[in-house]
């Protein structure tokens, strides 16, 4: 079946340690998103890529690094310099932006311990 | 900037009551409108919106859109208690989905 895979669905990290987050789409989808949501709140754009080999920043990049080698894949690093790791992280992917709807997978949950 | 606002940010009611959550945005060259639901992991997606006055149904819910005052509304009726969760709206910038910040929505028994 096609859809987003992210994994883990949990993650623990000490402090001082980076950790990557993995994020996969087989729906053959060019544009893909990494969102952060902090309890009771709404989605942030932290990066996103409309084509492999190209990212920008959103909102809320600093602390994170992605990387878009393969169409299929979107690696979400979270790095020390994250000051407030702990949060839900969501990836996304689109076929492009018109008259489309972005799917999501299911998130990882971050702790910072 | 482009924008999305959701109004109100949480709402409680019991079984069976109606509710209306709003949505209003601000998007150069606008194109649509997403409303999606998420309980605990990934929201669902539950509507797209594009024209103005056009209603789309499925089930108890039910959204329409007005271009004309840069607003859309998600009627839910007889709501259940599975009907809690948050409600996302967002519509596509030219690069990036620029989502709401929801409402959450709690129905009681």
């Known amino acids: 079946d096609g859809g987003i895979t992210q994994s883990p669905k949990y993650l623990f990290r000490k402090e001082g340690q980076n950790v990557t987050l993995s994020c996969e789409q087989n729906?053959?989808?060019?544009?893909m998103y990494w969102y952060r949501q902090d309890p009771g709140q709404g989605l942030r754009l932290i990066y996103y890529?409309?084509?492999?080999?190209?990212?920008q920043k959103g909102d809320i990049a600093e602390g994170y690094s992605v990387s878009r080698e393969k169409k299929e894949s979107f690696p979400l690093t979270v790095t020390s310099a994250q000051k407030n790791p702990t949060a839900f992280y969501l990836c996304?992917?689109?076929?492009?932006?018109?008259?489309?709807?972005?799917?999501f997978g299911q998130g990882t949950r971050l702790t910072v311990v | 900037e482009d924008k999305v606002v959701q109004s109100p940010l949480s709402l409680v009611v019991h079984e069976g009551d109606t509710v209306t959550l709003n949505c209003s945005y601000e998007?150069?060259?606008?194109?649509?409108l997403l409303w999606y639901k998420q309980e605990k992991k990934a929201p669902t997606f539950l509507f797209m919106l594009?024209?103005?006055?056009i209603e789309k149904k499925s089930g108890r819910l039910s959204s329409i859109l007005d271009k004309k005052e840069l607003f859309s509304i998600l009627n839910i009726t007889a709501t259940q208690t599975g009907d809690s969760a948050v409600y996302l709206c967002?519509?596509?910038?030219?690069?990036?989905?620029?989502f709401g910040t929801g409402t959450r929505l709690k129905v009681l028994a």
């Open positions: 967002a519509s596509p910038g030219t690069y990036k989905y620029i």
């Open positions: 729906l053959n989808h060019d544009a």
């Open positions: 998007v150069t060259n606008f194109r649509s």
């Open positions: 594009t024209s103005s006055g």
């Open positions: 890529s409309q084509i492999v080999n190209d990212f």
């Open positions: 996304a992917s689109s076929p492009g932006l018109v008259n489309t709807e972005a799917f």
